[in-house]
């Protein structure tokens, strides 16, 4: 709940103690800053108790709807999706923005919802996640067979690939720091930050049609990005769609 309330709470499991319960050591208040939400130019702090406040539904309605007009537009360019699959990746995406910008921030940090921000795919959005995602799994659908087992020495070895293997490797650690500290705009930053190293990769490094050893490795890297990126949004509640 709002840290504003944390002295209530220590009174509480103070009283608790007291009182003998032997649970009592075990709980614990986790704060977060004050909510605020940009609405036609207006910023309104969400207050039940003042009744200033949009509610939860409300807003995943009016994104989704958002986000539905942007992948309509998109996939009548492209001709990729079907309208299930408009639909479904509209879902994602719309309620994703909203889950991945309340954890994307510090929690104790006062959070200022932005509606167009937040559904923007080239800012740090969740968008923007699910989009990298999408740009994974179209690259493995390209390839359009198995990824190649592991064989021999890699032969990756560009800065930007072996700047995407250090970070990688960091995944376990950064998932145990964020649990530790209830912390999971940890998660998020690690998981932009990925995608940012993806992204410079990607625009430097063709995948296929190199040497076949070379592009059996990157299409390794390819598959380790987009496994972690789609376990980390899961952890944050979010879905990954193979398709946007």
Known sequence: TDQRQALHFRQLFSALDRAGFDWADRNEHIPYGLVKIV??????????????????E?????????????????????AELSPPE????????????????????????????DWDRATDTRGATGPYLQYAHAR???ILRKHGGPVPSARGVSPLESPEELAIARRLAEFPSVLHKAAELYEP?????????????????????????????????????????RLVLARGLTILGMTAPERM
């Open 86 to 113: 408009i639909e479904r990746v509209s879902e994602a995406v719309g309620v994703g923005a909203v889950l991945f910008w309340t954890q994307a921030r510090g929690r104790r940090n006062d959070l200022l919802f």
């Open 185 to 225: 705009s940890m998660l998020a930053e690690f998981l932009l930050d990925l995608s940012s190293s993806f992204s410079t990769f990607y625009n430097k490094h063709r995948v296929l049609k190199q040497e076949d050893s070379v592009t059996s490795a990157r299409l390794r890297l390819v598959d380790a990005i």
């Open 136 to 138: 994974l799994c179209g």
């Open 58 to 78: 409300e807003l995943l309605d009016r994104l989704v709807a958002a986000v539905r007009t942007i992948v309509e537009e998109e996939a009548v360019k492209r």
């Open 39 to 56: 609405d036609g130019g207006r910023i309104l702090p969400m207050s039940t108790r003042s009744g200033k406040m949009i509610r939860l």
